[in-house]
């Protein structure tokens, strides 16, 4: 089981990789070294903080393209958002703000204004 559960990792992070762009991108939002990354796509195992960033941004991320393309999904993360108070989602993702940033989807789902 464990074997199993290490060959999930690599294909998460390569997953995070191709929607937000490369390696670069995905440092950038977990908040690490490229290296790292590069380091978990070769089977390294993430710490407990950083799996848990690797786990909210790939949530985000699918609850995002229930309504959004992937690009677009993109640019929402990547943007400053009115109902985050004029701040990156993806910001907050690295501070482990998870809560804030899927009330945030919600509230653009639902279309209410900020």
Do not use: C
């Amino acid at each position: 089981m464990a074997r199993a559960l290490s060959a999930i990792r690599p294909v998460k992070v390569e997953r995070l990789a191709e929607e937000l762009g490369g390696q670069s991108q995905v440092a950038s939002a977990l908040r690490v070294n490229r290296a790292q990354v590069t380091r978990w796509l070769h089977g390294a195992r993430p710490d407990r903080e950083n799996q848990a960033r690797i786990d909210a941004l790939e949530f985000v991320l699918a609850r995002l393209r229930q309504t959004m393309a992937a690009g677009t999904a993109v640019k929402w993360l990547t943007g400053f958002n009115a109902h985050l108070g004029n701040r990156r989602p993806i910001d907050l993702l690295a501070d482990q703000r998870v809560a804030e940033v899927v009330a945030a989807i919600e509230q653009e789902q639902n279309e209410s204004y900020a």
